[in-house]
Nanobody, 116 residues
Framework: EVQLVESGGGLVQPGGSLRLSCAAS????????MAWVRQAPGKGLEWVAG????????YVQESMKGRFTISRDNAKNTLYLQMNSLEFEDTAVYYC?????????WGQGTQVTVSS
């Protein structure tokens, strides 16, 4: 059974940093690209960043470039999202996503709240 478990969210002031983690199990993590997606209150899903199977290729949403970094540790079956210089608009539930054999899998999400 594919499982994705996010952690690391919380309440942070504007300008602060958080590191999200996604622990993966139930599939060969190193074989698949992964992504982070978020959903702000009252809004739809927004793609944040993606990374290929070995981490050599990474993409970050234009509005988050220079602030967010996606990475992975295949030995630990874990995906990361380092978020710096957080803004009010970054408040959202953050999900990690795996697309495996035509199906999308999601974790339960981790809440990030940016507030002063």
């Amino acid at each position: 059974e594919v499982q994705l478990v996010e952690s690391g969210g919380g309440l942070v002031q504007p300008g602060g940093s958080l590191r999200l983690s996604c622990a993966a199990s139930g599939f060969t993590f190193a074989d698949y690209a992964m992504a982070w997606v978020r959903q702000a209150p009252g809004k739809g899903l927004e793609w944040v960043a993606g990374i290929n199977w070995n981490g050599d290729t990474r993409y970050v949403q234009e509005s988050m470039k220079g602030r967010f970094t996606i990475s992975r540790d295949n030995a630990k079956n874990t995906l990361y999202l380092q978020m710096n210089s957080l803004e009010f608009e970054d408040t959202a539930v953050y999900y990690c996503n795996a697309h495996i054999r035509g199906l999308d899998y999601w974790g339960q999400g981790t809440q990030v709240t940016v507030s002063s």
